[in-house]
């Protein structure tokens, strides 16, 4: 069974930094893209970032460029494991953050054609 397991969420004071963690099981993810999506209150789902199965490529939502950080940790097979590093977070930065995985990538500034998604991890900043 694939899972996408997102961990890692909380509440952290404007200016504070989170390390959100997704790990996929159930299927090799070799040639996939893995990355996040977060959904405010209110608001459809919004791209944030992502990066390709070598890690050599990653791409970019704006307004996160710059304070976060992407990783990946391919070397168990079994469970690739993707991490994003959020510094210097903002109110505007809350919502929950959904892990996705496909074999598309993303263009300009959307990614579709998604395979896999979490359940999602609450990320709250408060000002």
């Known amino acids: 069974q694939v899972q996408l397991e997102e961990s890692g969420g909380g509440l952290v004071q404007a200016g504070g930094s989170l390390r959100l963690s997704c790990a996929a099981s159930?299927?090799?993810?070799?040639?996939?893209?893995i990355g996040w999506f977060r959904q405010a209150p209110g608001k459809g789902r919004e791209f944030v970032t992502a990066?390709?199965?070598?890690?050599?490529?990653?791409?970019?939502?704006d307004s996160v460029r710059g304070r976060f950080s992407i990783s990946r940790d391919s070397r168990d097979n079994a469970k690739n494991t993707v991490y994003l590093q959020m510094n210097n977070l903002k109110p505007e930065d809350t919502a929950v953050y959904h892990c996705?995985?496909?074999?598309?990538?993303?263009?300009?500034?959307?990614?579709?054609?998604?395979?896999?998604w979490g359940m999602g991890t609450q990320v709250t900043v408060s000002s």
């Open positions: 159930g299927r090799s993810f070799s040639e996939y893209t």
């Open positions: 990066i390709d199965w070598r890690g050599e490529h990653t791409y970019w939502e």
């Open positions: 996705a995985a496909a074999l598309s990538r993303p263009h300009g500034s959307g990614w579709s054609q998604i395979d896999y």
